[in-house]
């Protein structure tokens, strides 16, 4: 059934349309957006009017010497909009302050065994009140608002990083972001983590973006997320792409989840069964080398598990590129990509054609920054972000 439009959803479903195409295509001119966007000249021009007022567009120098009319070029005011992006994870939380240009300006990240349900709003907002008296005048007044990233059941494997059942329990039934807006008393909209990581890997990626891509990060579990077509595959909870469950062989043959498997938690696991722990802190910090050679193995069999979730991945959805990232140092991240390439080469393939692999751009940061991005993309531009892509 057909339904109409209040006038003011058209106007705003306009503006993010203005705003995207210039995004898309920066420099364009009044006249180009009209013609891209099929709006009307006037409405266009008044449309654009209207942002610059808000200080979300630019306009550049004017360029003569062409045919017809002198065309002013328009871009986005890269100092537009800000938003604060927060991740809540297992074993650490950050808190960042990002630009509509796309750049992070300042970060804080805190690392804990668990995430005490106690103190962790109150420390997590104690770091946003932080980052809000670093900023000017001028973005504490473009500030959009606050985007968290958490997993999306903090509970199911806190014990597994030694919390004790009081903090499950409390945890198993929190709404993080309620909880978050409480203590900062401001609303705060929630993203998965993998989700907000693939948004943020997608959005780094050079135009004309992949139609199909797919984004697994090595941490504490593996988050992951898909979005196709320009738009991040959420599904109607928030929760869909969870590539981390794939069923997967293990070494043994046997199925099991890409979780068990590649995730720090494997990692774990694999350490304490040789008679050793995993260290405290950011693995970041940690001294990897003294991990060996327990690491090494574990890093193969990630890489041979994920390799399996690429094609499981590619077999469902027409996949362009899939992302390996983590939250290791680099070289480690390096390691565990070559052993993805290693085995995804060695797997039989029913279709000629072989998934791209690279390797992410933005490691541990990721959920943070994709949080804020999504926070304001919602706010300001199209639903599908390459919707007018040429």
Known sequence: MAR????????????????TLIALNPGASNADLARLSGLGPQTTSRIVVDLETRALVLRGEVLRGRRGQPA???FLNPDGAFAIGVEIGWRHFEVLLFRMAGQTLASIRRSYAWPDFHT???DVAAEIATIRAGMTEQQAGRLTGIGLATPSNIARHLGRVGAPAEQVELWRTADPAAELAQAIDQPVEWFNDGNAGCWAEFLSRPEPRPSG????QVGTMVGAGVAIDGQLWQGRTGNAANLGAILVPDIKGQPNYVHTIASILALQQ?????????????????DWASLEPVAGAWLDDAGRALAGAVLNTRAVMELDLAIIDG?????VVRRLFERVQHHL????????????VVMGHLGGGAAAAGAAQLLLFHRFFSRAWNIFAT
Not at 4 to 19: K, L, W
Not at 327 to 331: A, D, G, L
Not at 345 to 356: I, K, L, V
Request: proline share 13%; aromatic share 10%.
């Open 4 to 19: 109409g439009f209040a006038q003011s959803g058209v106007r705003i479903a306009n503006e993010r349309t203005i705003m």
């Open 270 to 286: 694999r350490l304490e069964a040789a008679g050793t722990r995993l260290p405290p802190g950011d693995p970041m910090n940690w």
């Open 120 to 122: 962790i709003f109150v």
């Open 213 to 216: 891509l797919a984004y697994f």
């Open 327 to 331: 939250v290791m140092p680099r070289p």
């Open 72 to 74: 002013t070029p328009l």
């Open 345 to 356: 080469a060695a797997m039989p393939h029913f279709r000629t054609d072989r998934p791209a």
